[in-house]
């Protein structure tokens, strides 16, 4: 299991080493934005001037701007030796914050094109003197950010990777904590501590029975904009998600078969389980066969907020490095 307290420290320091944007940002006489993070396009970014740069306007039904992946630039991620770092880019997202304070959690699974393979990319848009992030797809304007201010490109710690030529033990429950209403370990053998109730999707030729990703999390703290979501297999293998994009109410899919879900049985032989742990999460809005946030032997989910900004100001990043060290050590002993 991890600790808790563990991934809070993990995420503060992600903060402070990404870049303190936390204050709301007076109106400017132009579009500008301030981008924080390992990219290659961090910096004063002026949309008034952008031209043909950042991959250009992009036109998504009625609405003009520029892509929010393609403003991010080239993105560095980076994996300390003997964690894992396949798909590193999973850990990372990007916090919107606007001149009012007000804030948006974007994963980069969602927006980079690897993965979600999506055809309604969340835009960056020019209005007058202000800039703001629109996001197009269904249902999911509740998640937009007016008078943009700031864009900070941050990250979770990454996991301990299993030794060279160890295999993955299948998982046995599902430890889900965090900003949830029922935490505990999940076997889903009709004893766990919420009753869910699964449903059946077909996925590229497998039939999966589970409950609903977003209804098994039921999140305890109601400002779902800036939480994220944390799962990880027994191999250590880390994605994260937005909140936002699993919750109905802000674009998710109810219908089944795009269904963000945590299967714990396949029907059509010879079947994902039990190779696949107890559970695994699969989400099937994103590009076809390419499962790079599907988790397999998962065993853990957590949900977490970005760090308060009074709560940032008052640690020293030397003392969370110290922290961090050792949750590390600890954390994963079992492997």
């Known amino acids: 299991m991890i600790d ?23 109106a400017t006489a132009d579009p500008i934005i301030t981008l924080t993070g390992p990219t290659s396009n961090a910096g004063t970014i002026d949309l008034s001037m952008a031209d043909g740069h950042y991959g250009g306007p992009v036109t998504v039904g009625s609405v003009t701007g520029y892509s929010l992946w393609g403003l991010l630039g080239t993105i560095t991620t980076t994996t300390p030796a003997g964690d894992n770092g396949k798909n590193a880019i999973l850990r990372y997202y990007v916090l919107a914050t606007g001149a009012n304070g007000d804030q948006s959690l974007v994963s980069l699974g969602e927006i980079d094109p690897n993965f979600s393979g999506s055809a309604t990319p969340d835009l960056v848009t020019v209005s007058g003197n202000t800039a703001s992030l629109a996001f197009t797809l269904s249902g999911a304007t509740g998640r937009d950010v007016t008078n943009l201010t700031s864009l ?20 046995t429950s599902v430890v889900l904590a965090g900003n949830v209403s029922f935490p505990g370990a999940y076997t889903f053998q009709g004893s766990d501590p919420q009753n869910v109730s699964p449903i059946t999707e077909t996925v590229n030729g497998d039939t999966y029975t589970g409950p609903p990703f977003f209804v098994l999390i039921d999140p305890s703290d109601p400002n779902i904009l800036n939480q994220y979501v944390v799962t990880a297999g027994t191999d250590g293998y880390e994605v994260l998600f937005s909140l936002a994009e699993l919750d109905p109410a802000f674009g998710a899919s109810t219908v089944p078969n795009p269904v963000d879900l945590v299967p714990y049985a396949d029907t059509t032989p010879p079947g994902n389980f039990p190779a696949d742990g107890i559970a695994r999460i699969i989400t099937p809005g994103d ?6 946030r599907w988790v ?35 954390r994963y002993s079992r492997i």
């Open 152 to 171: 900070q490109l941050l990250s979770v710690p990454a996991l301990p990777a299993l030794p060279p030529g160890s295999s993955a033990p299948q998982s």
């Open 4 to 26: 808790k307290e563990c991934r809070r420290a993990g995420a503060l320091a992600a903060a402070l080493t990404g870049g303190m944007m936390w204050a709301p940002y007076p």
């Open 296 to 330: 397999s032997n998962l065993d853990m989910i957590e949900v977490d907020a970005v760090p308060e900004p009074a709560t940032a100001a008052l640690l020293m990043s030397g003392l969370i490095g110290m922290a961090m060290g050792a949750c590390r050590r600890r």
């Open 287 to 292: 590009t076809p066969f390419a499962h790079g």
